[in-house]
């Protein structure tokens, strides 16, 4: 099994919302999605997800309906919301400020 | 269409179900994401116990997750909820702002209507809640009584106070009270260096202080010690006092105030508020009490009490009755057995609040009741342009419906609706009533005790809104009656908007709100005429003596100095010349054409009570009569216009002790019956000599109130007959002027400037007009009928805007019909007379109900009523012809709007 990657703290959030940016899913879509485009190095927990998903419905940022997958099961499909899509673009830029700062500190050479 | 409604229903009862259906959600989610995993897992191999127990293991325990899921989503729900109400409110309420904007004039009158008639409700209400259901101002008031003694063998509805010796023996013996205070409203003199002030003075028991729950601001109250014959004289003054005339200034405690020339020490301040029930107090005194003094039945002492914890006013009345029966046994000599029975001396224990109020309450509640009528009558009227309103938007609701409107969601918005405009007219009507309140406070009418504690309290903002949103809910309401009852609606949308059916229960149920309103109006009028009847038959009375062009004033002289310690006479030379140079001074100044002076001035002071003997008669202490007593100076008949038969007094005589006196006519009717009463010989304290002999008749004044029989009264001179004194020195007295000055009040100042060069030690007070007097006497009576006419005339303007309403509205209804008349010849007269007779019957139907419930209702009113019957029937009909009128008058514009109806247009269009 490749190694597993701890997940930082808030990014859940981005993950989920940008995986629901292509489309309305059902968590269980969402958990695949994010497992197969990291190659299963990014491991997220049942217990994690669903929380995150009911709370982010609750804030409004993603809309929840009930729908049938194309083997006609009946699944909880959720999918961005105008606010969400808004959330989306702030936490992306946030996201990309943080990693730049967490790159200058570390690319940055030795103190004298 | 239908499926539309069905979808939205549900949403009303998701409440109850919503926990049960959110965790069922929960639990279909978590159940496919396992299902699907376990699913994944065989495709990939796995047995389906290896796959179960795979996912098992990377889930963790599944209860944990729905449980926090649950939490969350509860939440979700619950936030969605309130969001939706929000803008549910929110969008009914910019509908109904937008609504009512395209009707300014429906939405004005509503509002204006309903804020006159919450408005006067609240205040009403207000002032009852001020002056009769607010405790006084005392800690635990409940448990205050009042003290005093009916004598209704002496005179009906008299009742004494206590007598100094019945309080010690009360005090001493009461098994029911804490303790009991007396207490006396008083005045005294503060001389300062410039000039004498008369001030309000309370005198009052060592232990008031304690009995009414109370302790100084400052200093020390008084104790039973200061109340004795020969204590140093202490005052207290009063809160607002000291800081008005003390610059509220601590150190002024320990130094001495002088007081009718004699220095008082300062020894604390009252606290904030303190005042005698209905006294503005101050300064405070201790009254002089002594318990050995001899029992003399001399009833001057304001009892009050604190009952104790847990006894009942009926408890403490039979202990109070108990000590009284054992008061001939005691005191022989003041309350001896005959006494007690020809009196019938008793004891009366009530809740201190009763006595301040006194037959106020009656007036307050009687007034709440008229102004919830006239409520009543604006709601109907209110009522009544909520229904055309209704009307008018049924094939709007019609439309909603048919389209699928929710009937709840109708409701909510015609709610919101009425429910605005009741709550505007709720303020409108808070801001009335506060207005009517600062606007009775600048009155200050005598009539209405405990004036200085009136404010507009929470209770009645409480009450106003509440009225408000009960009405504004109810008028909502009104016009869904007709949905809910399942009214056929499509009948409407077939016939274009024109039923005939609909709009005639919607006229018969307006008729009925027009009738309810007259029948209202009937016994608010008679209310209204009735005192109105009464107040005229009060002024037009003749007092007995003629009240224009005087001024009246009182002065108080300095006992130190006036009242010399000798017997006899001599004691009375020093008052006697006093008033003498005074009333000589007084004729001098321009304008006066008449001076006197009494102790007991008609109207204002009563003529109090003492027991007369008649030469040649066998009376006795026990069967002697009690009649009034007023000393009053030579000028006294002449300045008031009191008709005399015989002679007046005269300075002379009062000074020589000739023994002259004046009596009433209806006194000496009654003692000497057929008989000339000049040269009759009586004297008040008891048989032997010397006697008074009449020298002149009085014609009848009516001493004791306008509402009283004319009193039997002996006018006695200041200075009584050497072996028959009864009284002390008048040293205060009241100073009638007679002036030509067309305001007497122009004659003050220079009355004034007499007094104080003769005498700068003496204060003159209360200056007032005798006619002031006399509308005070009138005071309860006027205050009943102002209120009361307000009342009616309200009553009046609104119900004939709502007979006018409903004659208009059916004109309009008929219009077709008449056009159809009119063609077949119908002349335009008659057209009219048919108008008018519908708007008469109405007004008669209500009429007749109204005199019904006037009949019953005016009883109330009679202990306000003077000189005419609660069933008068001269004011029953005055107000039947006033409302017919009115129904008449209110048809005649829709009549001529009848009559211009043009068959040819109606015909046309249908």
Redesign the interface.
Known sequence: MPEDLDLLRGTLDLLILKTLSWGPM???AVLRWIEQVTGQRLQI???AL??AL??M??KGWLGAD?GYTERN????FYKLTAAGRRQLTTELSKWSRYTEAVNLVITAQGAR | MSNGRDDKRPRLFRLPTSRRRLRGDIDRELRFHIEGRIEELIAGGLTREQAEREVTQRFGDVSVVREQLEEIDTMTHRRREIGEWRSALARDLGHAVRGLALRPAFATVVVLTLGLGIGATTAIYALLDSVVLRPLPYPNASRLVYIEHPVPGIETNAKWRMSQAGYFFFRKNSKAFDDIAVYSESEASLVTPDAAERVRAAAVSGNFFQVVGTRPFLGRSFTDADNGPNAAPVALLGYAFWRQRFNADARVVGTSVSLGSRPFTIVGVAPPKLNLPDYDAQIWLPLELDPDAPAVNSHYLDGIARLRLGVTVSAAQADAARLTSRLPEEFPRAYGPGFMRESRFGVLVSPLRDIVIGGMSRTLWILLGAVSIVMLIAFANVANLFLVRAEARRRETDIRLALGADRLHLAGHYVTESALLALIGGAIAVGLAYGAIRFLIILNPSSVPRLAELSLGWQAGVVALALALGAGIALGLLPLTGLVLGRDRDSTLREGGRTQTASRAQLSARSALVVTQMALAVVLLAAAGLMLRSFQRLRSVQPGFDATGVLTFEIALPSSRYVPRVPGPERYVPVFRYHRELAQRLAALPGVTGVGMTRSLALKDGDGCALVFVKDRSSTRETAPCVGNVIAGPGYFATLGIPIRGRVPTWADVEEQTGAVVVSKALAEHMWPGEDPIGKELRPNGVGEPWYHVAGVTGDVLTRGLDQPPSEIVYYPMVPMEGAPLWSPPTRATIVIRTRNTDPLLLAPAARRVVTTLDREVPVATVQTMETIVDRATAKTTFAMLLLASAGTMALVLSAVGIYGVISYTVAQRRSEIGVRMALGAPAAQVGRMVVAQSMRVAAVGIAIGLVGALAATRVLQSLLFGVSPTDPFTLSGVTLVLLMLGALAAYAPARRATKVDPVEVLRRD
Not at chain 1, 73 to 76: D, I, P, S
């Open positions: 059902h968590g269980l927990t049942e217990g669903y929380p009911h709370r419905e609750q009930w099961r009946e699944a909880k």
